[in-house]
């Protein structure tokens, strides 16, 4: 099968199942990608057609950066998704149980992007992460498990269904973050009040400009372009949390402030 029309059939399947709550079992053998090079390719036709209900591309998660989500997943290394205006929640949300299939939540540094970086400027002088910081948020990934077993499925598809993501709750940008040490801030999940977990930020990858760095290099890799304002969510510092109708979950960063989602 020619490559483009590949991409075209596993994308319309993988966007169909995201959109109908399918659980992806497998992708046919003839479409289903090899390499997690082929799997970003895939996320890309995956993204466009997923942006028309679900709003622009606002911003990006990686997962898989502390060891706590390696061993949950079983997954050895990062992965990045991105992430659409209309699922990304201000400082509180609200969202249905019905429109997951297993819903849960983690705990996260996320960066906001100061300056457009693209390969041509990044080939003349490559970014150090710390120079593309405009501010830092306190973040709750939203993810579902939409897979039969993401254990069987291979890391490629999960690329190209980006990685577990279903959205974000961002609490407000802390722009004098230059002080802050990012590897000893310290994240909290509660639910319910009580709390489930917590986490430093040198969990992530030991420091989460190390997160931001790969996440940098492998966009510029890929030929890609991170604009201005777009924010990154640099992973976990908690095992992912399930929730259930009813559920209110709470995500806090000490110095950034925290943000909470009520399950219905």
Known sequence: MHNALKIEKAADLLA??????????????????TSELEGYLLQEQVNRLLSIPLGARVGYKIGCTTPVMQRFLGIPSPCAGE????????????????????????????VSIAETISPHDFSKKPFSPSD??????????IVDDRYDRYQTLGIPTLIADNFFDCGCVLGDPVSRWHDIDLKSLLGTTSV????????????????????LQWFIQSMMKRGAVINQGEFVMLGSV??????????????????LGSVSLRVE
Do not use: H
Request: proline letters at 5%.
């Open 16 to 33: 169909s199942y995201r959109q109908s709550l399918t659980p992806i079992k497998s992708l046919p053998a003839e479409l289903r990608p």
């Open 238 to 255: 908690v095992e992912t949390k399930w929730l259930e109708a009813g559920d209110v979950a709470e995500v806090e960063i000490e110095s």
């Open 132 to 141: 593309v910081i405009d501010s830092l948020m306190v973040g709750m990934e």
């Open 83 to 110: 992430i659409f205006s209309r699922t990304a929640l201000k400082n509180s949300g609200r969202v249905p149980r019905d429109g997951f299939i297993k819903i849960g939540i983690e705990c996260e540094i996320v």
């Open 192 to 211: 319910n009040g009580v709390v489930v977990g917590s986490g430093r930020g040198s969990l992530i990858m030991k420091s989460p400009l190390n997160a």
